[in-house]
């Protein structure tokens, strides 16, 4: 029998003061509360009422057990109210792993927004380009830009971000006097987190996007960056395209691991990033 169950009819019959009453109050038959009673004892080896055909009486363990129902099934009730608000209200701590190039201050006005809106949201920010293992490294979801997405992963488009090789126009100013411009005399600035279908006979590499960025704009080759990191540069002209057929968007998604009791903090962020980037697409899985 269900142990926990028993417990609850076990109070149930002290507070009722009579197996009859705890029957109307659980709508369980007499012989099945008797039978509750009967495994808690028997799971406890000892005695917990004394029985006369007139009326109930805890003995010293059972009194002694009592108390600590009380308490034990209070608690599990009130982390069942906790719980449940969860998944009504966005609270709690919500960890999410995204990449290196979202350290901009767009994106971090953003996230202040959102912290706004739901105070009782407390973010835990991963930014790694490599891939993460949410279940394993413990992530509620991700923000992912991959054409490589896992089939356990539930994942909804939220925009589309361009990429464009870029360059400083003092380093496009050298590269046209010291050579012709064939592609692979560039010096590209290559990310090792990814595969890019190019080739550079002079590199420099990192596994850091912004390095990689900040390299670009110290005039030390051609770098393949999202627009989202570095629109304001190439508006200021800190940083020029490239025209090349690899220029093109990539889809933004955030992918998380199971619909099915998904906690109101995980909701919020979803539909608040799809709300921000006015994406409007359907969910669907991998």
Known sequence: MDTLQSMKIFRQIVESGS???AEDQLDLSVSMVSKHL????????????????????????????YQRCIAALDDLEEAKQVVSQGTIHPQGTLKITMPVWFATQKFADLLAEYCR?????NLQLSLDNHHADLVGQGFDLALKVTAYLSENLIVKPITNIAFHWVASPQYLTQFAQQSEQQWDQHRGLIPTYTHLDQ???????????LMLYQLALA????????????????????????????NRNHTLYVAYMNRQFMSAKVRSFIDFMAENFRCKKREYPF
Request: net charge positive.
């Open 38 to 65: 009967s495994h808690l004892e028997n799971y406890l080896q000892a005695k917990l009422l004394n029985r006369t055909s007139r009326k109930l009486s805890l003995t010293e363990m059972g009194e002694h057990y």
């Open 199 to 209: 080739h550079f006979t002079d590199t420099i590499a990192s596994d850091n996007t």
């Open 117 to 121: 809106r739901y105070p009782k949201v």
């Open 219 to 246: 005039g030390q080759g051609v770098a393949y960056l999202p627009s989202y990191l570095c629109e304001v540069d190439i508006q200021a002209g800190k940083l020029q395209i490239i025209p090349h057929p690899a």
């Open 19 to 21: 197996f009859s009453k």
